[in-house]
């Protein structure tokens, strides 16, 4: 199969222009039919209907829309979106988020829709291009494992200013506590292959949010996400998006921030841990023992023993509440001895070797450390508590 679309690709690339165009669109035609469309939408204007009938016009044979509680006063824009040919309308009630939409949305698909390749997800209000769905639909058509995030140019004098600061202040967060810089975060226009429409089913998360924490979860199941450039539009400076400035991008960077402040807190907690312990050993437990004789030794077992004891109950912690882990410790325990191990070795080098270009120890100790903290917790969440990978 793959021999034959490479031989396939390969011939189009020497055919003249109009038959190579041809070509390219005969093949787009048929990767738009064998992927699904799926709009979540809240109160969609009259752009909605005539977005489908383009879709649908681009060759795409499975289109799906939620109505996530819009209301009476929006059903005859429904209506007219379910007279399109082969258009499926789920309806809500009431609203209950772009995340819920979008997950009724996929068991909708699971269900019914069996022979499909894969799912793209688009936004009502028509900022995604059929042009551009379908080079999605095209990706998809490769059969990769991917989360495919059609993506924005934010350097564009289009975009407004807060659009364009707030993401890329995202990506950068993004890249610091997840390792892989995402140009676009926000974007609504993804693909993904049906078989991984379970998970993104099973992801957390109810509005805005659920889209951030599918890019978590797909970073922690080791799921490639390929950013694919689209076409920019911002319609009246964005007016029509029922994005909640503040609401929404809270609830965002709580998502992005959660774990790593999950993280600082059980530091903390081991910490204090730590330092009662050590207390306790050097004052109470180790003299009355008489384990230890000699005031460097006592110092010596009650920091080691209270750091052993603290150690493990920071990893267990981090293994249930920050990473949410299942399954045995065995593994990553043994990876988490050796994280540990390695951290004190860079340390010690790294506080020896700025030593001698003339810093102070102490203030050579906290860039050192500071920086090893955060690449802590990028090596446990990559490493330490990988989660299964999923099949290809």
């Known amino acids: ?23 390219k669109t005969q093949m787009e035609k048929h990767a738009a039919e064998q992927a699904v469309i ?60 772009k995340g819920v939409a979008l997950k009724t949305g996929y068991r909708y698909i699971m269900e019914n829709l069996k022979d499909i390749t894969g799912v793209i997800t688009a936004d009502a209000d028509g900022q995604h291009t059929v042009a551009d769905c379908l080079k999605l639909a095209e990706e998809l058509s490769k059969g990769k494992r991917a989360l495919y995030l059609g993506s924005r140019d934010f350097n564009l004098e289009c975009i407004p200013p807060k659009s364009r600061s707030g993401n890329k202040i995202t990506s950068a ?50 799921i490639p ?10 319609e009246n400076n964005n007016e029509g998006t029922h994005f909640h400035p503040v609401r929404d991008s809270w609830r965002i960077y709580k998502v992005i921030l959660g774990s790593f402040f999950k993280f600082m807190s059980v530091s903390l907690i081991c910490f204090v841990i730590d330092q009662i312990l050590a207390l306790i050993l050097r004052k109470w437990i180790l003299p009355a023992a008489g384990l230890v004789r000699g005031s460097m030794m006592n110092l010596q077992v009650s920091g080691y023993g209270a750091r052993l004891v603290s150690s493990v109950i920071n990893f267990m912690m981090n293994k249930k509440l920050v ?27 790294g506080v020896w070797a700025l030593g001698q270009i003339g810093m102070a120890d102490w203030l050579a100790k906290i860039l050192m450390d500071t920086m090893l903290y955060f690449l802590s917790y990028r090596v446990q969440e990559r490493w330490v508590f990988k989660g299964d990978e999923a099949h290809e």
Not at 1 to 14: L, Y
Not at 65 to 90: C, N, R
Not at 175 to 183: E, I, S, T, V
Not at 225 to 234: G, K, N
Request: aromatic content about 8%.
């Open 1 to 23: 199969m793959w021999a034959v679309r490479r031989s396939a690709e390969q011939n189009v690339c020497h055919m003249p222009d109009p038959i190579r165009e041809r070509m």
């Open 38 to 97: 799926l709009i979540p939408s809240l109160e969609p204007d009259e752009r909605l209907p005539e977005y489908i009938q383009k879709l649908k016009d681009g060759g795409f044979a499975h289109i799906v829309v939620v109505d996530d509680g819009s209301g009476e006063a929006y059903q005859p824009i429904f209506d007219e979106v379910g007279a399109v040919e082969d258009t499926v309308v789920l309806r809500h009630e009431v609203n209950r988020g």
């Open 173 to 222: 967060v993004f890249k610091l506590l997840y390792g892989q810089y995402l140009p676009d975060t926000q974007t609504g226009l993804r693909a993904f292959r049906k078989e991984e429409l379970a998970f993104m089913a099973e992801v957390e998360g109810e509005r805005y949010e659920y889209e951030m924490k599918v890019l978590i979860a797909c970073s922690r199941a080791r």
């Open 225 to 234: 996400m390929i950013p694919v450039t689209i076409e920019t539009i911002y």
């Open 323 to 349: 990473f949410q882990m299942k399954g045995k410790a065995g593994k990553p325990a043994v990876r988490y001895a050796l994280l540990c191990v390695a951290i004190i070795t860079v340390s010690n080098a």
